[in-house]
T-cell receptor, first 110, second 112 residues
Framework: DAGITQSPRHKVTETGTPVTLRCHQTENHRYMYWYRQDPGHGLRLIHYSYGVKDTDKGEVSDGYSVSRSKTEDFLLTLESATSSQTSVYFC?????????FGQGTRLTVV | GQQLNQSPQSMFIQEGEDVSMNCTSSSIFNTWLWYKQDPGEGPVLLIALYKAGELTSNGRLTAQFGITRKDSFLNISASIPSDVGIYFCAGQALTGANNLFFGTGTRLTVIP
Protein backbone atom coordinates (compact mmCIF):
# COMPACT_ATOMS: atom_id res chain seq x y z
CA ASP A 1 0.00 0.00 0.00
CA ALA A 2 1.36 3.37 -1.07
CA GLY A 3 -0.38 5.27 1.70
CA ILE A 4 -0.74 8.14 -0.77
CA THR A 5 -3.49 10.72 -0.89
CA GLN A 6 -3.70 12.98 -3.91
CA SER A 7 -5.75 16.16 -3.96
CA PRO A 8 -7.77 17.26 -5.71
CA ARG A 9 -8.96 14.13 -7.55
CA HIS A 10 -10.45 16.20 -10.35
CA LYS A 11 -9.85 19.78 -11.45
CA VAL A 12 -10.83 21.97 -14.36
CA THR A 13 -8.82 25.13 -14.82
CA GLU A 14 -8.38 27.85 -17.40
CA THR A 15 -5.37 28.31 -19.62
CA GLY A 16 -2.78 30.57 -18.05
CA THR A 17 -3.78 29.99 -14.45
CA PRO A 18 -1.44 28.47 -11.86
CA VAL A 19 -2.37 25.07 -10.49
CA THR A 20 -0.95 23.09 -7.57
CA LEU A 21 -1.52 19.39 -7.08
CA ARG A 22 -0.85 17.87 -3.70
CA CYS A 23 0.52 14.49 -2.71
CA HIS A 24 0.65 13.29 0.87
CA GLN A 25 2.17 10.02 2.03
CA THR A 26 1.62 8.30 5.35
CA GLU A 27 4.66 6.10 4.76
CA ASN A 28 8.11 7.50 5.42
CA HIS A 29 9.48 6.75 1.94
CA ARG A 30 12.48 8.70 0.82
CA TYR A 31 11.52 8.86 -2.85
CA MET A 32 8.45 10.55 -4.25
CA TYR A 33 7.52 11.00 -7.88
CA TRP A 34 5.09 12.83 -10.13
CA TYR A 35 4.06 11.14 -13.37
CA ARG A 36 1.58 12.09 -16.04
CA GLN A 37 -0.38 9.54 -18.02
CA ASP A 38 -1.58 10.20 -21.54
CA PRO A 39 -3.02 7.88 -24.19
CA GLY A 40 -0.27 6.38 -26.32
CA HIS A 41 2.48 7.55 -23.99
CA GLY A 42 1.97 5.52 -20.86
CA LEU A 43 3.39 7.01 -17.68
CA ARG A 44 6.07 9.66 -17.99
CA LEU A 45 8.11 11.09 -15.14
CA ILE A 46 7.75 14.82 -14.54
CA HIS A 47 9.84 15.40 -11.43
CA TYR A 48 10.99 13.33 -8.51
CA SER A 49 12.37 13.87 -5.03
CA TYR A 50 14.99 11.89 -3.16
CA GLY A 51 14.61 13.74 0.11
CA VAL A 52 13.36 16.92 1.73
CA LYS A 53 14.25 19.84 -0.53
CA ASP A 54 16.04 17.44 -2.91
CA THR A 55 14.32 17.29 -6.27
CA ASP A 56 15.28 16.68 -9.86
CA LYS A 57 13.76 16.80 -13.31
CA GLY A 58 12.26 13.88 -15.12
CA GLU A 59 11.54 13.23 -18.75
CA VAL A 60 8.78 15.85 -19.20
CA SER A 61 9.55 18.59 -16.69
CA ASP A 62 9.00 21.71 -18.84
CA GLY A 63 6.19 23.86 -17.44
CA TYR A 64 6.22 22.12 -14.06
CA SER A 65 7.90 22.75 -10.74
CA VAL A 66 7.86 20.79 -7.50
CA SER A 67 8.56 21.31 -3.85
CA ARG A 68 9.13 18.99 -0.94
CA SER A 69 9.35 20.82 2.38
CA LYS A 70 8.41 17.77 4.43
CA THR A 71 9.00 14.05 3.96
CA GLU A 72 5.30 13.39 3.67
CA ASP A 73 4.31 16.09 1.16
CA PHE A 74 5.26 16.56 -2.49
CA LEU A 75 3.65 19.38 -4.45
CA LEU A 76 3.45 19.74 -8.22
CA THR A 77 2.85 23.22 -9.63
CA LEU A 78 1.89 24.23 -13.12
CA GLU A 79 3.00 27.86 -13.24
CA SER A 80 0.75 28.76 -16.17
CA ALA A 81 -1.45 25.89 -17.27
CA THR A 82 -1.70 25.05 -20.98
CA SER A 83 -4.06 22.73 -22.82
CA SER A 84 -1.17 20.31 -23.41
CA GLN A 85 -1.06 19.77 -19.67
CA THR A 86 -4.50 18.22 -19.65
CA SER A 87 -3.72 14.77 -18.31
CA VAL A 88 -4.03 12.37 -15.41
CA TYR A 89 -1.33 12.99 -12.83
CA PHE A 90 -0.07 10.29 -10.52
CA CYS A 91 2.02 10.66 -7.43
CA UNK A 92 4.12 7.71 -6.33
CA UNK A 93 6.49 6.87 -3.52
CA UNK A 94 9.09 4.25 -2.79
CA UNK A 95 12.03 3.27 -0.66
CA UNK A 96 14.23 1.87 -3.37
CA UNK A 97 13.67 0.22 -6.70
CA UNK A 98 9.87 0.09 -6.54
CA UNK A 99 7.19 2.75 -6.87
CA UNK A 100 3.71 2.70 -5.36
CA PHE A 101 1.05 4.90 -6.87
CA GLY A 102 -1.79 7.05 -5.65
CA GLN A 103 -5.21 7.14 -7.29
CA GLY A 104 -4.45 10.05 -9.59
CA THR A 105 -5.68 13.57 -10.30
CA ARG A 106 -7.52 14.25 -13.51
CA LEU A 107 -6.67 17.78 -14.68
CA THR A 108 -8.43 19.47 -17.55
CA VAL A 109 -7.13 22.78 -18.88
CA VAL A 110 -9.70 24.67 -20.95
CA GLY B 1 13.96 9.16 -22.46
CA GLN B 2 14.25 5.39 -22.39
CA GLN B 3 12.29 3.46 -24.99
CA LEU B 4 10.24 0.54 -23.70
CA ASN B 5 8.33 -1.45 -26.28
CA GLN B 6 5.48 -3.44 -24.82
CA SER B 7 3.53 -6.00 -26.80
CA PRO B 8 0.90 -6.78 -27.65
CA GLN B 9 -0.94 -3.48 -27.31
CA SER B 10 -4.20 -5.30 -26.66
CA MET B 11 -5.46 -8.84 -26.20
CA PHE B 12 -8.87 -10.47 -26.24
CA ILE B 13 -8.92 -13.90 -24.66
CA GLN B 14 -11.41 -16.43 -23.39
CA GLU B 15 -11.71 -17.01 -19.67
CA GLY B 16 -9.41 -19.85 -18.66
CA GLU B 17 -6.79 -19.18 -21.30
CA ASP B 18 -3.20 -18.32 -20.53
CA VAL B 19 -1.79 -14.90 -21.43
CA SER B 20 1.71 -13.78 -22.27
CA MET B 21 3.00 -10.26 -22.79
CA ASN B 22 6.48 -8.86 -23.02
CA CYS B 23 8.54 -5.74 -22.80
CA THR B 24 11.82 -4.87 -24.52
CA SER B 25 14.18 -1.99 -24.02
CA SER B 26 16.94 -0.34 -25.98
CA SER B 27 18.85 0.04 -22.74
CA ILE B 28 19.93 -2.18 -19.88
CA PHE B 29 17.81 -2.11 -16.75
CA ASN B 30 18.68 -3.33 -13.27
CA THR B 31 15.05 -3.65 -12.18
CA TRP B 32 11.91 -4.73 -13.99
CA LEU B 33 8.47 -4.18 -12.55
CA TRP B 34 5.01 -5.22 -13.72
CA TYR B 35 1.90 -3.22 -12.81
CA LYS B 36 -1.82 -3.58 -13.40
CA GLN B 37 -4.13 -0.59 -13.72
CA ASP B 38 -7.90 -0.69 -13.39
CA PRO B 39 -10.07 2.14 -14.81
CA GLY B 40 -9.93 5.28 -12.69
CA GLU B 41 -7.25 3.87 -10.43
CA GLY B 42 -3.50 4.12 -10.11
CA PRO B 43 -1.19 1.29 -11.20
CA VAL B 44 -0.75 -1.48 -8.66
CA LEU B 45 2.55 -3.34 -8.40
CA LEU B 46 2.22 -7.03 -9.26
CA ILE B 47 5.76 -8.36 -9.47
CA ALA B 48 9.27 -6.94 -9.00
CA LEU B 49 12.40 -8.45 -10.56
CA TYR B 50 15.91 -7.50 -9.51
CA LYS B 51 18.28 -10.01 -11.10
CA ALA B 52 18.94 -11.11 -14.67
CA GLY B 53 17.35 -14.50 -15.28
CA GLU B 54 15.12 -14.21 -12.22
CA LEU B 55 11.74 -15.93 -12.47
CA THR B 56 9.15 -14.80 -9.92
CA SER B 57 5.55 -15.83 -9.36
CA ASN B 58 2.63 -14.16 -7.63
CA GLY B 59 -0.32 -16.52 -7.67
CA ARG B 60 -1.30 -17.08 -11.29
CA LEU B 61 1.20 -14.49 -12.47
CA THR B 62 4.78 -15.30 -13.45
CA ALA B 63 7.37 -12.82 -14.66
CA GLN B 64 10.95 -13.17 -15.80
CA PHE B 65 13.90 -10.77 -16.00
CA GLY B 66 15.65 -11.39 -19.31
CA ILE B 67 19.28 -12.51 -19.37
CA THR B 68 20.28 -9.57 -21.56
CA ARG B 69 18.70 -7.17 -19.02
CA LYS B 70 16.82 -5.61 -21.93
CA ASP B 71 13.59 -7.56 -21.72
CA SER B 72 10.99 -9.06 -19.44
CA PHE B 73 7.80 -11.04 -19.85
CA LEU B 74 4.64 -11.56 -17.82
CA ASN B 75 2.46 -14.65 -18.00
CA ILE B 76 -1.02 -15.02 -16.55
CA SER B 77 -2.34 -18.54 -16.27
CA ALA B 78 -5.99 -19.58 -16.32
CA SER B 79 -7.32 -16.06 -16.82
CA ILE B 80 -10.43 -14.88 -14.99
CA PRO B 81 -12.68 -11.87 -15.61
CA SER B 82 -11.03 -9.77 -12.91
CA ASP B 83 -7.74 -9.95 -14.83
CA VAL B 84 -9.19 -7.32 -17.16
CA GLY B 85 -7.17 -4.13 -17.14
CA ILE B 86 -4.04 -2.53 -18.50
CA TYR B 87 -0.70 -4.11 -17.69
CA PHE B 88 2.43 -1.97 -17.67
CA CYS B 89 6.05 -2.95 -17.55
CA ALA B 90 8.56 -0.58 -16.00
CA GLY B 91 12.32 -0.59 -15.93
CA GLN B 92 14.86 1.20 -13.83
CA ALA B 93 18.11 2.12 -15.51
CA LEU B 94 21.52 1.17 -14.21
CA THR B 95 22.75 4.73 -13.94
CA GLY B 96 21.13 8.00 -13.17
CA ALA B 97 18.37 8.78 -10.81
CA ASN B 98 16.18 6.37 -8.97
CA ASN B 99 13.23 6.51 -11.32
CA LEU B 100 11.30 4.23 -13.62
CA PHE B 101 10.47 4.22 -17.29
CA PHE B 102 7.19 2.69 -18.36
CA GLY B 103 5.95 0.80 -21.36
CA THR B 104 2.77 1.95 -23.10
CA GLY B 105 0.73 -0.91 -21.71
CA THR B 106 -1.12 -4.05 -22.79
CA ARG B 107 -4.90 -3.81 -22.55
CA LEU B 108 -6.33 -7.20 -21.59
CA THR B 109 -9.94 -8.17 -22.15
CA VAL B 110 -11.19 -11.49 -20.79
CA ILE B 111 -14.35 -12.86 -22.36
CA PRO B 112 -16.39 -14.95 -19.92
Amino acid sequence: DAGITQSPRHKVTETGTPVTLRCHQTENHRYMYWYRQDPGHGLRLIHYSYGVKDTDKGEVSDGYSVSRSKTEDFLLTLESATSSQTSVYFCANGAGNEAFFGQGTRLTVV
Amino acid sequence: GQQLNQSPQSMFIQEGEDVSMNCTSSSIFNTWLWYKQDPGEGPVLLIALYKAGELTSNGRLTAQFGITRKDSFLNISASIPSDVGIYFCAGQALTGANNLFFGTGTRLTVIP
